[in-house]
């Protein structure tokens, strides 16, 4: 008794699931995000720079707010000195959000194409969005 | 000594991913070259391993009974752990695969003064196992949202719920904790229960270091050390529809990460790790208890020699007709010997 | 041993899925209630704890109880109670249990519910509660699972098991001595700013828990093989006696103070719960109900022969539970938070989500009972002497 | 072989405490960056921030309505239809209930039923602070009691802890609720308690606290340890009262009641 | 004939060293103790079924006298069995060592011998497997848990695939189902490609296949063992009964192992049965060339096994019975539920059984054609066919012990335990996880009830040994009925080394006692010639 069938049966299940990454994205070409800095206010800028370098807001910015956040809320100390000694107000909506006002095309753009949905929103507010 | 062997491995492996990419800035290579060969391996690989199994028949009909099995209508018979049928059987199965039935069953053997033996109650294997695997699973899961776009729903959902719990930013996904105290539990029982370190191999501890590694790389990666996410996925999601690409700047951490998941696929097939395939073909689980009902075939089933009535009446016939026992032969003159040895049926 | 939950009767099963039934309506609710808000609830900026928290603050008592078994057989070595000792043990974890699931759904971002230990603030009586309830939770566990399996395998139980017996006769005391001082350490609260507050939630604890313990044990001898003693059961309906006494005892302590001192802050809430205020007296029938069955059971527990009779004795447990449900499950954290600051008078009743999701716990609560229960039972039943099969 | 496993389970250990550690500086906070964090240069600073509220300036109902209104644009407090439901951070309340311990009979006429305007007393012996399982209620240094959202449990333990009334609970969403939006402050998800901040973003700014400001001087702010300063002479010429002293919570909002002047 | 060492006594036994030795395992050589393994298989046994290598040879001597290739004859049986069982291939393959039948092997509670836990078992072959059969094993040897075939290792696969009841247990409370049992039937069937096997298993195969039972009883034995029996049941009963022998046109072949002719206590359960189906008027015969309802074949190769099953279909067929029953055995069950119809089947000659008592419709045996004993008692009693006085058993506090093979690889529990509960009115479990499913073996299954391996037969028999003792301190047990030959063979010398105050018997004796038969004289005994109780002084007074 082999019972091949239903093996071979289970291996083509194991199989459909198991290469379903690569089958659902074959021939397909998604655009990496390209997040956008074209706001009035950045294009304002004379140097182009945030608050730290690209590569390390890209890789920190979540834990950075969570910093600012704290220090802001619970050590009174609104007043970040980045590491070129430059001076920023600690506020996501009105230091952040001030530049990147344009959340859609900056924030949403990667969040969406990592699939991460940060609840920052749920309290404040987007200008671009605001009621 | 296995357990030191696998360990080196494991951070030679670390060591050489490392190296390979801050040194040698080999990127292409562990973040495309080999990663495709490991699935490569992994599938044909493990492909060729079930079809092995399949090669080889089930003679006999041998499943364990753990139950009443199927006789009277008037006896309860244990429908899943002596299945009489096809559905029986399917649970049984599905409950052995899900849930880990018969580990559950797991007893402590003691020995008290008496002497008394009792059989305590031992659940920790099972819970460890139960958690490791379903948290491997998830986890894996999860990582489809590295290699969809749009990433599906139910990514998003598990996502959602494995993070509930607001801890951190990014938000801490238990799965990735209970996976590595599971990994971690199941190691330090290799170590601290005599017997199980006495039939431990370093086959055992090597997969357990390896994915402590992997879970804990993922861990550091994701709230600790920080690569830049988003090349990530374009790395991956190159990965997934055949067009590699390496974007710069990934952090090391991430090639270790992927090389250690790779050696895990290419290890797969040609490891214990197979029973992941295994468990569905026990020959032991997966047959109904019917074999007195249903007539099963053995494909090399073949005759044999035996020992048929009529060599036994020809030794034994006088005694019988003596003792009145019936005789197919009655002729009183001893038959010639026929010594031929008669073949069986088949 | 924990299979034996997973084996019986279609009876046992048809109960197991009505629980799961409820637990699992309940859960939808509370679905809901995780995307809306507490506004489901009947709760408001007056009264902002409900009936989530007052059954939490019922249950903490339940879970107490145990010790009432625990004491005399572990400490004072009163055989009797071997058997059932284990009863009380698993009543508390499923009492801890709903206790935890009820300061869960009473939260609002039960998300967040791991910053209790992330930041550990000793100043704050949750903070301790917490780990009052957790521990006790484990000890009884611990304890239960380990003396019972020792039981199943006729072997003395481990050694160290021993400390954690004794360890949970003050752990006991503490979990409501704690919960107590949630209410009675805050300024501005006068009906229960009283320092007999834990001395009277334990002894509310020890008459409701017992009582309840009464009625299970007259339930699993019904039901099942296992009886768990005449004797036992008089001795528990003797603690029950005692500690209603001793209850409504320190009850009119209460009311003495607050009505005789005249002050009218101390005096509110009591006119409130029994008289009505300001034209509200939405609890008054209620606390009314729960004094007349506490009279009643009083009346009845004083006699020895009413309480040696099994069917009186279980009508009077039953009147003893309901009505220190009403007390502690209602009146007590309802009555706190009216009249509010202001001296105005908010009233509260809790809406249908609310119950369902109460229920909901509730039953959540009875399953854990139920196959804990189940697997002592099966213990006892094998251990039993007769014959094994049916 | 039990060499080796010493070995390991010391390695294995040394591990766990790292990733423990680790964790525990994650969740804590850990700094990531080479930076530095600073009181805001241009912000108000003070030992001890407190408020004096002098009633008798108050005359009409605009007097109030004009505060609220400021002090709930700015902090985007919702209002909501339902009374069980309400958010308030300063609101209004007759002074027989607001001072319902001061059962004096005889009172000039009008004061009974004067309006006092309540908001949360940055009690200096804080009854909030105290019960508060997760510190998502402190103080701060310069004696503001704050309100952390984003670490609230919403227990709800801080509402029956203040004896002031002065906490608000999210009983549902209050987006839908606030009618005008200031974009420049966030709102509160459902399920946290809120109250008045003393306007520490303002303080921070160099602003003086919404309420303040649009009192137009019949609210004065200052720093109660400086005995030089704008509230310490008002208060050292002017009766004043706290609401439930009695309870030793110390509030840092104080009341000229007055008595006699017209009312509304 | 035990002239094995000397057996520790009880005491001495009871203390067991759980603690792993120093040395790991591959190091650790097999020393091959006394009173733990059995003597080699003689000759004559060995040439009498054509098998190789016949020789004189112990199992203790240096050189066990192997043919020059016996390296590459056992590689060669190894990867045709390889080939041939999809169990042996896959449980070579997909142990994860999580241990979690280490602890439940009787040989590993009664010895400490930790290769006796069925994981280091199976792992005896598989390192071997590993490093001829695996490119991991091949390329990295040791590290990859492999290891070469020696003369040593070869011993110690024989040592210890002897020291291993075929019993399952292992294999219910494995995660993946690897049975133990199917890694030790292929060791012995590469043992017996060498002419290894044990003298106490050869003997019987030898007389099974020639005489057709393993006790070697000719025919006119049989019938004169019977007509003892029957003696004794007109002594008891005053009911004389006239079986017939090789009777063709009969409705129903019986076939019990041979121990139930022979020997105690196994003849009181023969006497039930010819008791309960007189007393039926069953229209049945006995054959004396099937007469052996056991395999001892099974315990040497699957080709040995399947020789010797052969008589009792032919015989069916010669005589033209409608279908078999099969008395109360063991391994003999194993074989019918999950063998005897792939072998020999398919047994269309017959007709699906069919009680003529009761009329009951055997579906679960319409394929194989063969009932077991006690499914046809149990229908008997369930439709009120049976008139039976538990109360003859009185003197008796019975326990119930589940053999392995019918529990684990049949599933029978209940029809046992249903006659017993009706004809016995104390009936007491021993501990749960003692029996059913979870069942220990008696401790001399698969050819292990020798005599030279005594201390090795009480060490396993010690788990089943001790619940009974539990049960016997409890409640007074003094009884341990089973339905399998073995047990009755092995069982009473475990009691009387364990537990001196039980005795064992078979199910169907206890029904030979309870059974009312028509026209039977009072009874004063029991069938074991022993007054009743309250009976003493009639018997006295009868003489």
Known sequence: ?131 | MGAMVSLVAVLVLILIAYVGVKVLSLQALFGVFIPYLAVLTFFVGFILRILKWARVPVPFHIPTTCGQQKSLPWIHYSRIESPAGTWGVVVRMAMEVLLFRSLFRNLKTELHDGPKLAYGWEKWLWLGGFVFHWSFLIVLLRHLRFFTQPVPGFVKIMDAVDGFLQIGSPHLLMTGVTLLAAVTYLLIRRFYIPQVRYISLPADYFPLFLIFGIASTGILMRYFLKVDIIKVKELTLGLASLSPKVPDGIGAIFYVHIFLISTLFAYFPFSKLVHLGGVFLSPTRNLANNSRMKRHVNPWNYPVKVHTYEEYEEEFRDKMKMAGIPVEKDEPETAEADSEESEGKE | MFEKALQGRPKYWLWILFLLGITGAGFLVYLQQLKIGLGITGMSRDVSWGFYISQFTFLVGVAASAVMLVIPYYLHDYKKFSKIVILGEFLAVSAVLMCILFIFVDMGQPMRIFNVLLHPTPNSILFWDSVVLTGYLILNIVIGWTTLEADRKEVPPPQWVKPLIYLSVPWAVSIHTVTAFIYAGLPGRPFWMTAIMAARFLASAFASGPAFLIILALLIRKLTKFDPGKEAIQAIAKIVAYAMYANFFFFLLEVFTALYSNIPGHMASFQYLFAGLDGHGKLVPLMWLSVILAIFALAMLVFPSVRANETTLAITCVAVFISLWIDKGFGLVIGGFVPNPFERVTEYWPTLPETVISVAVWAFGFLVLTMLYKVAVSVREAQGPGESLH | MSMDRREFLKLAGLTCIGIGVGGAQLLVRSRIASSEYAPAAEGLQANRWAMVIDLRKFRTEEDYDKLIKACHYIHNVPSFPDKYHEVKWLWKEDFEHSFPEQKNRYLPEGIEKKPVLLLCNHCSNAPCVRVCPTKATFKLSNGITAQDYHRCIGCRFCMAACPYGARSFNWVDPRPYIKEVNPEFPTRTPGVVEKCNFCVERLSEGLRPACVEASEGKILFGDLRDEGSEVRRYLAENFSMRRKPELGTEPAVFYIIGGGEEHV | MAKGAKTPKPEELSKIDYSPPKTRWMETPVEFKPGTFCYGARPKYLEEVDFPNPREWASADEDWKLPENWKEIVLEGMKDRLGKYRSFQLFMDICVRCGACADKCHFYIGSGDPKNMPVLRAELMRSVYRKYFTSGGKLLGKYAGARELTYEVFKEWWYYYYQCTECRRCSVFCPYGIDQAEITIMGRELFNLLGCNTDWIAGPVANCYHKGNHLGLEPHTIQSNIEMMCDDIEEITGIRIEPSFNRKGAEILFVTPSGDLFGLPGVYTCMGYLMLFHELGLDYTWSTYASEGGNFGFFTSNEMAKRLHYKIYAEAKRLGVKYIIGGECGHMWRLIHQYLDTWHGPADFMEVPRSPITGTVFENAKATKMVHVTEFTADLIRHGKLKLDPSRNDHLKITFHDSCNTSRGMGIFEEPRYIIQNVVNHFYEMPEDTIREKTFCCGSGSGLNAGENMELRMRGGFPRANAVRHVHEKYGVNMLANICAIDRAALPTLMQYWVPEVDVCGVHELVGNALVMTGETERTMDLRLEPLPGKEDTEEEDE
């Open chain 1, 1 to 131: 008794m082999y019972d091949g069938g239903k093996i071979i049966i289970g291996l083509l299940i194991f199989l459909a699931f198991a290469t379903f990454p690569f089958y659902s994205n074959i021939g397909k070409s998604v655009a990496k995000p390209e997040p956008s800095l074209d706001t009035p206010v950045i294009k304002a800028l004379e140097k182009k720079e945030c608050v730290e370098s690209k590569d390390f807001m890209r890789r920190n910015h979540m834990q950075l707010l969570i910093e600012w956040r704290d220090s802001a809320l619970r050590d009174a100390k609104r007043d970040y000195v980045n590491s070129k000694g430059k001076h920023f107000r600690i506020s996501l909506q009105n230091t952040c959000m001030k530049c990147h006002s344009n959340k859609k095309k900056f924030c949403d753009e990667c969040h969406g194409y990592a699939a991460v949905d940060p609840y920052c929103w749920d309290c404040h507010f987007v200008k671009e969005g605001g009621r």
